[in-house]
Structures are given as structure tokens and as C-alpha cells.
């Protein structure tokens, strides 16, 4: 168990749907990244939180958004869904979010847009 | 950006044999994190190791960060192994933890 908790673990939705995915980092980490795994992109950056401010952005595309609260949990908000955005995101935390910092992954959320 | 390349793509064995899957990068690295990614879908590390040598159990790993690559060892594999294995790194001049993951190296082991 890395102490990352992602809920829900598995989402069914339609297409034109938003979807809210909830990750609360292990005690004690102060940044929280998004990952998105699909079978065409494999495994990429989405965004950085760090202690409730955004750090970096990657490839994340504009109908989505995420937040990190003052309790440090995080939220990805996927609006008006598409098919290709089905895929399984990651959440991950680490202490301060410096470079050379080893990142702890939860165990995902299956999303499936039909 | 940088590139990262996994060899090779996919990799059967036999039970109890020993294999070695590389991680080859194209600049510099601030950070180098092996994972497992099981058949549930979960992301396990493995190993954190910028440079250098570590070893846990039945798995080690070396980095030479000055020529750009990393080798992940398994021995006597077990069938409970299989998955896919990413290597994933932070360039150099990147602020922050973004990590860059390889396509990995899909690993069966059959009994």
C-alpha cells in the first residue's frame, strides 16, 4: 500500500458527461500529481500541485481541471467526456515536489466512457 | 522533451530464469524511478536510483547517469512478476517531479 488514495476506483459515464476523481495523498506529502495511462499515449503528466498552488502542467487538455484543497487532497474534474478520454488515472504524491524526490502512485481510477 | 526507450518491448520466460530489461535516456536526469505495474493495473515502486547500484530481494538496479541508461535485473523469476515494467525519469532542467516513463517492457513468466 503507498499510502495514495484515488476514489473511485472504477467510473462509468457517457459521453458529453463530467466526472470528479478524488486522490488524498499519503501523510505528510505536500504536492499531488495526475497521470493519465491510455493504450495510445501510454503513461503521461497531466499536473503538479504543490501545498494548494499549481507547479507544472503537461498534456492536459482544456476540458479538464484539477485543485489541491487546503486539507492537500486533490481533485481532477473531467468535463464534457469523449470516448478517448477513457483511460485509467493515477494519482501520486511526494514530500515537497522537488526533482529529485521518489513518487508514491495510488492505485488508480478506471474510467470508461461509452 | 526528454526520450526515454525500454528494451525490449516484451519478454517471455520460464520460471526461475533471470532476465535484464534496460532504460536508455536522452539528457540528463534529476531522478530515476523503476516501477511494476501488475495485472490489476497498480503502479509498484521498485526502485529509486538516480545512480548507482541497489538491491531488493530477487531485483537490483544500476543507473550510470553519465551515459545515460539503467538496468533493471531480475532473478529466478517468478510467475508472480509478470506485468509491466516502467522506467520513468525527471530531466535535469525540469522544476519540479514530472516524471517521463518509458513504454515499458511487458514481462511474462510462465510456470
Redesign the interface.
Known amino acids: 500500500d503507498?499510502g495514495v488514495t484515488q476514489t473511485p476506483k472504477h467510473l462509468i459515464t457517457a459521453t458529453g458527461q463530467r466526472v470528479t476523481l478524488r486522490c488524498s495523498p499519503r501523510s505528510g506529502d505536500l504536492?499531488v500529481?495526475w497521470?493519465q495511462q491510455s493504450l495510445d499515449q501510454?503513461?503521461?503528466?497531466l499536473i503538479?500541485y504543490?501545498n494548494g498552488e499549481e507547479?507544472?502542467k503537461?498534456n492536459i487538455l482544456e476540458r479538464f481541471s484539477a485543485q489541491q484543497f487546503p486539507d492537500l487532497h486533490s481533485e481532477l474534474n473531467l468535463s464534457s467526456l469523449e470516448l478517448g478520454d477513457s483511460a485509467?488515472y493515477?494519482c501520486a504524491s511526494?514530500m515537497g515536489?522537488?526533482?529529485?524526490?521518489?513518487?508514491?502512485?495510488g492505485?488508480?481510477t478506471?474510467l470508461s466512457v461509452l | 522533451g526528454i526520450q526515454v526507450e525500454q528494451s525490449p518491448p516484451d519478454l517471455i520466460l520460464q520460471e526461475g530464469a533471470n532476465s535484464t530489461l534496460r532504460c536508455n535516456f536522452s539528457d540528463s536526469v534529476?531522478?530515476l524511478?523503476w516501477?511494476h505495474q501488475n495485472p490489476w493495473?497498480?503502479?509498484?515502486?521498485l526502485f529509486?536510483i538516480?545512480s548507482g547500484t541497489k538491491q531488493n530481494g530477487r531485483l537490483s538496479a544500476t543507473t550510470v547517469a553519465t551515459e545515460r541508461y539503467s538496468l533493471l535485473y531480475i532473478s529466478s523469476s517468478q510467475t508472480t512478476d509478470s506485468g509491466v515494467y516502467?522506467c520513468?525519469v525527471?530531466a535535469?532542467e525540469?522544476?519540479?517531479?514530472?516524471?517521463?516513463?518509458g513504454?515499458?517492457t511487458q514481462l511474462t513468466v510462465n510456470p
Open positions: 503507498s504536492s500529481y497521470y501510454g503513461l503521461q503528466f503538479q504543490y507547479r507544472a503537461g485509467l493515477f511526494s515536489g522537488w526533482a529529485n524526490e521518489k513518487l508514491f502512485f492505485s488508480g478506471q | 534529476n531522478n524511478q516501477f493495473g497498480q503502479l509498484i515502486n529509486y538516480p516502467f520513468a525527471v535535469g525540469t522544476s519540479g517531479s514530472r516524471l517521463t516513463f513504454e515499458g
